[in-house]
């Protein structure tokens, strides 16, 4: 595998349910991102990662819970999700110097579409 | 806060032909960088250019150029000798210090 990559592709959920996304970085790098993607909306960065560390969480609802157990995976855990979650949720990586400084190119993955009925 | 606008939606061009996606922004920063993402139809997101504000120079990589006007807040994507693989929604974004704010997307679809 290269790049970075999201499991699953395509997920369905109630609300009531407990799920997880998963991503991958195969590139080294040594920050992550969570972002949401509805349409005609702009792309909103959820968390950020900078070194395993959680440096940044733009006021995302607490039923959203990311995990960074290593520099190449992040993990994004759902439950009692409301049907204004359904969203292509994306997944970035970047290698940053200094962490955090911003301003260096985003690799992202292709997403996993979540449905939440 | 920063803000980034994109005010077309949509907008098509014809193979071959040159068009221009708009973006404005808002900041108080004097430090950031600005960048033209794009996404094809059911593909993963990739960069197309990367300017960073302290240089004068506008950023160009082959058919894709951009027009800064820092003073204005304006960075616009001029793409040239459009061909069929451009067609994809196309975000600008800001970045800051662990800020990454994008536009709503403009969607090109160009044309044969």
């Known amino acids: 595998e290269t790049g970075v990559t999201q499991t699953p592709r395509h997920l369905v959920m109630g609300m009531t349910n407990k799920k997880s996304l998963k991503c991958e970085q195969h590139l080294g790098h040594n920050a992550m991102y969570w972002y949401k993607q509805s349409a005609k909306k702009p792309l909103e960065l959820m968390f950020v990662?900078?070194?395993?560390?959680?440096?940044e969480n733009n006021s995302v609802p607490s039923r959203f819970s990311p995990e960074c157990p290593n520099s190449s995976h992040l993990f994004l855990h759902l439950h009692t999700l409301q049907p204004e979650d359904s969203a292509l949720y994306l997944c970035a990586s970047s290698q940053e110097m200094p962490p955090g400084r911003g301003g260096y190119e985003q690799y992202f993955g292709p997403g996993t579409r979540l449905t939440v009925t | 806060a920063q803000t980034v606008t994109q005010s077309q939606p949509e907008m098509s061009v014809q193979e071959a032909e040159t068009v221009t996606l708009s973006c404005t922004y808002d900041t108080s920063e004097n430090n950031y960088y600005l960048f033209w993402y794009k996404q094809p139809p059911s593909r993963q997101m990739i960069l197309v250019i990367r300017q960073e504000a302290y240089k004068q120079q506008n950023a160009t990589e082959n058919r894709f150029s951009v027009n800064f006007q820092k003073a204005a807040k304006s960075f616009s994507l001029k793409i040239s000798d459009s061909q069929l693989g451009d067609t994809a929604m196309y975000f600008c974004?800001?970045?800051?210090?662990?800020?990454?704010?994008f536009g709503t997307g403009t969607r090109l679809k160009v044309l044969a």
């Open positions: 974004a800001y970045s800051g210090t662990y800020k990454y704010i």
């Open positions: 990662y900078s070194l395993e560390e959680r440096v």
